[in-house]
């Protein structure tokens, strides 16, 4: 099948988050900036007498993403705001990681889902395991929170 011809906008775009007991918080009120890196290992070249002969793979790289929403809620003792959901704070506090053996940081899953499909074109998606995501809260109109995230795990795409 060739690729698809339909190009993807914020609207297309869902951000679900899981934390680790198949609980799972979509992320509304987006600003549609969801932004990712697909970096290789790095670079070990390899010279001969100052020429280039080879390039071997080095330490894996550590990926970021990172996305914003509107800030609704910092707090809200009855339901998890997105805060909770990350911090592993409030109703979330029972959460266990995403990050199994050798990751004392709270971890969680994201995915970021483009469906087009009612276009013509494919569901895809792109899964990003064992991230330990950060917030950052800023006033303006509206009031946002940004969140970077660094990805230790496994990075999947998907057609869904």
Do not use: W
Not at 55 to 82: K, Q, V, Y
Not at 119 to 146: C, M, Q, R, Y
Request: with cysteine; proline share 3%.
């Amino acid at each position: 099948m060739a690729e698809s011809t339909v190009v993807a906008v914020p609207r297309d775009g869902t951000i679900t988050i899981t934390n680790g007991d198949a609980t799972s918080y979509v992320v509304a009120y987006e600003a549609g900036d969801m932004s990712f890196n697909l970096d290789k290992a790095e670079r070990i070249v390899v010279y001969d007498r100052n020429t280039i002969v080879g390039l071997r793979a080095g330490n894996d790289p550590i990926p970021s993403i990172s996305f914003s929403c509107h800030l609704r809620e910092l707090a809200d003792s009855a339901e998890d705001t997105i805060l909770d959901f990350v911090y592993k704070t409030n109703n979330s506090s029972a959460a266990s990681s995403t990050g199994g053996t050798g990751f004392e940081q709270f971890l969680v899953t994201v995915e970021f889902q483009a469906n087009m499909s009612a276009l013509g074109g494919s569901n895809t998606k792109a899964t990003f395991e064992k991230v330990l995501l950060t917030a950052s809260v800023s006033e303006g109109s509206p009031d946002s929170i940004s969140f970077t995230g660094e990805v230790y795990g496994p990075i999947t795409r998907a057609e869904v």
